[in-house]
């Protein structure tokens, strides 16, 4: 086995069994045999065996480089202190169940107390800081005030926009509707659009969680990464290419489009972003084809080779999601 790097931080991860956790993950792992990290933590309300012994791959991995699992409870502050003592960076996938409102300021203050000296939140999507929903939005409006927060407490926050998920944003919860064979696209599909494999996810943040405890200085507070940034008309043109049969393209309105999006905003649950991912889009909120970090963190792609949108609609027939819905088997 490797020695430990003299720069290998001891890490934190926060909601591993998750949607996003689970993409950091096997990352995280790696860079844990490689010694690239010294030593991970893993913060979980449950940390039942049957929950970790798959995800961990615990029957491979060797005693000197397997994670730690730290039992918490956010109604017990200490709890998150003593699983936070001696930790370097950070790492939230924190989901939105629960008082998940209330427990991020619960974590946020224990990783003070503690001394952390680099915080990732849960972001892992949107970029806050690029549109006016920020200060309208609740969601955006969370994260904003709560990235605030975390430099207020002395600890260096740094946000992981990785825009779309590329294996679940071609879909009909966002127009794209595979079985009906028809995308609806706001605007005229020519802005660029971020999006970001979920095996891509992990290899970006692990590189960004050891340039922001080497380097600080290096690393933007506001890091933009993706696998590909293409215009939903280019997206459609791939997958027709793949499938061989063409999707019928509907382009509605930018005004059209937020003039329906408000008439249904007060009932949208607060946790929820989805319905207004199309606008966003066509407002040129996920281009990040101008502004990101993939060099930084991958430098001529030989960290790691990121998958394309071409790959995606191959393994997908051009036809994503066509019988189904993401996560509608969970």
């Known amino acids: 086995m490797a020695s430990i790097a003299r720069d290998a931080p001891t890490v934190a991860l926060v909601g591993a069994t998750g949607y996003i956790g689970g993409m950091l993950v096997p990352a995280f ?42 039992e918490i409870d956010y109604g017990n502050p200490d709890s998150l202190l003593a699983a936070l003592t001696g930790v370097h960076v950070l ?37 806050h800081t690029s549109t006016e929903y920020s200060q309208t939005n609740a969601v955006l409006m969370s ?43 706001v605007g005229d599909g020519n802005v660029p ?32 990464v993706y696998s590909a940034c293409e215009t939903l008309n280019r997206y459609a043109d791939i997958m027709d290419a793949a499938s061989g049969k063409p999707v019928k393209r509907v382009y509605i309105p930018l005004e059209t489009a937020i003039s329906e999006y408000e008439q249904i905003r007060q009932t949208i649950p607060a946790d929820r972003l989805g ?13 990040y084809s101008h502004s990101n970090s993939n060099e930084l963190l991958n430098p001529k792609g030989e960290r790691f080779t990121v998958k394309s949108a071409e790959e995606y609609a191959r393994e997908t027939d051009g036809r994503p999601w066509l019988t189904v819905d993401p996560w509608s088997a969970d």
């Not at 970001?196 to 290096?218: E, F, I, K, N």
């Open 29 to 70: 792992l790696e860079a844990l045999h490689t010694r690239s990290i010294a030593n991970l933590r893993i913060l979980t309300t449950d940390a039942s065996p049957s929950r970790f012994r798959k995800l961990l791959r615990v029957d491979s991995t060797t005693e000197e480089a397997t994670p730690t699992i730290h």
């Open 91 to 127: 790492v939230s996938a924190m989901g939105t169940r629960g008082n998940y409102e209330k427990n991020k300021y619960v974590l946020l203050d224990a990783a003070s107390q503690a001394g952390v000296q680099v915080y990732f939140p849960s972001e892992w999507g949107t970029d």
């Open 143 to 185: 994260k904003r005030k709560y990235f605030n927060a975390i430099e207020e407490k002395g600890i260096r926050p740094y946000a992981m926009y990785v825009s779309l998920i590329l294996e679940t944003s071609i879909c009909r919860w966002f127009g794209l509707d595979s079985a009906k064979g028809e995308w609806r696209i």
């Open 275 to 287: 319905p207004l991912i199309p606008i966003l889009m066509a407002q040129g909120v996920y281009d």
């Open 193 to 224: 659009v971020a999006m970001t494999s979920d095996q891509d996810v992990g290899s970006y943040a692990l590189q960004a969680v050891l340039l922001a405890y080497r380097q600080p200085d290096v690393l933007p507070s506001k890091i933009r």
